[in-house]
């Protein structure tokens, strides 16, 4: 009797060992698969969120490629236009300097120019006058007279073949001007030279003039037949002037 109760006693403890290890057992399956189904879970959900990471950090490499190259085409695009504009205020500074040289080179050259005339025609006047002061020293007042009226004579003889057709008609007056008062008989024969090549009346109004030193000048309103001494000086010294520089040329 007792045997069969510690018998059936212990069947009972198998029975219930077998159940509650069978349970345990099924207890730490469930538990095992649910933690690793979680564990499996969390890591698609850190792969996920490391997948979106990276995606996002591609992305802001990207973004920050094309900032990147965008700021480089931009400050390409200043440092061009800088330095054109640069170039630009360079070549107008260097215009403006060279026609502000090329003025004051031109300026210079016309003051130049204008100071060798002034010069020029100052010993003009100069030498004519030192040649007028040497002709009036050397002849005597005789000879100079004698000189005058052959002066005159010659003039007149000239007169014959002189073409006076572009004397306006409106002139009505003839001035004579000499140093000395002019002779009746020249004053005569040059009257009747004008009559005749002008074929109309016409007045004489004789004058006397130191500063032509010498000879005859005819003046028929604004035109003048010019035979004076100081001309004849002027003139020559004029061909001088001229003919030594085409000698330096």
């Known amino acids: 009797m007792d045997l069969k109760l510690i018998i059936s006693f212990l069947f009972m403890m198998f029975l219930v060992c077998g159940v509650l290890i069978l349970w345990l057992r099924n207890t730490f399956l469930t538990s095992t698969e649910g933690a690793l189904k979680r564990l499996d879970d969390e890591t698609a959900k850190a792969a996920a969120k490391q997948a979106e990471l990276t995606r996002r950090i591609q992305e802001a490499d990207s973004e920050l490629e094309k900032r990147r190259s965008e700021a480089k085409e931009l400050a390409d695009k200043m440092r061009s236009t800088a330095e054109e504009e640069a170039r630009a205020e360079k070549e107008k500074i260097i215009k403006k300097a060279r026609d502000e040289g090329e003025e004051i080179i031109a300026n210079a050259q016309t003051a130049t120019e204008k100071m060798k005339l002034e010069m020029e025609k100052d010993l003009d006047i100069r030498g004519v006058d030192f040649g007028i002061e040497i002709l009036n020293k050397v002849f005597s007042e005789k000879t100079k007279g004698s000189f005058e009226e052959l002066l005159i004579a010659d003039f007149i003889e000239n007169l014959k073949t002189m073409d006076m057709s572009r004397i306006s008609p409106d002139v009505a007056t003839v001035d004579v001007i000499t140093v000395n008062p002019i002779k ?28 032509i030193s010498g000879g005859i000048i005819l003046r028929f309103g604004s035109m003048a037949l010019d035979s004076s001494l100081r001309f004849i000086f002027k003139e020559e010294a004029r061909k001088m002037k001229e003919s030594i520089e085409a000698t330096i040329i």
Do not use: A, G, H, M
């Open 184 to 211: 009746e008989n020249y004053k005569s024969e040059i009257l009747k030279i004008v009559k005749d090549k002008l074929q109309r009346d016409i007045q004489i109004n004789p004058t006397t003039d130191e500063k």
